[in-house]
């Protein structure tokens, strides 16, 4: 039973295994484990020093409050992409983000959420601006 356990673990990405709060999200039939950053802290790290992300995770990001909230990729060593995601859950913008950089990358409306991905699922996935992101009402609020 040990060496069961022990696989289990095994074939999870040490970020995966590490999340203690996560959401299922769905997009159309898409479904997304996502881990949540919901305080400062979590928000600031996001991402950071992790080196892989299964094909349908991310980490999704609830503010205190919708705002034109701006993202950069310092310390982030996975190219993602991300959706800013206003109150209702219909998606506002998506950009591309290379690793290690500084570039900024906004919201263009009052995004309450947003959501991090491997770079190129959106389009992969044929999940455009306009699109809704169910399951959201799920999640804690941001502080």
Known sequence: MRW????????????Q?????????????HRIRAAIAN??????????????L???????????????HSFWMKDTLLPLS???IA???????ID????????????RGDALYALEMNKGWFLEHSIK???QVHGLQNSPRGN
């Open 54 to 68: 299964c094909s349908s995770c991310g980490m999704l990001f609830i503010f205190p409050q919708a705002a034109k």
């Open 39 to 52: 305080n400062t802290y979590s928000r600031e790290r996001g991402l950071m020093k992790s080196t892989q």
């Open 4 to 15: 069961i356990i022990a696989l289990l673990l095994y074939s999870l990405t040490p970020l």
């Open 17 to 29: 295994a590490a999340w203690a709060d996560d959401i299922s999200l769905s997009i159309g039939s």
């Open 96 to 107: 591309e983000m290379q690793a290690n950089t500084t570039n900024s990358h906004s919201a």
């Open 82 to 84: 991300i959706a800013f």
């Open 129 to 131: 601006p306009k699109d």
């Open 87 to 93: 109150a209702d859950g219909t998606i506002l913008n």
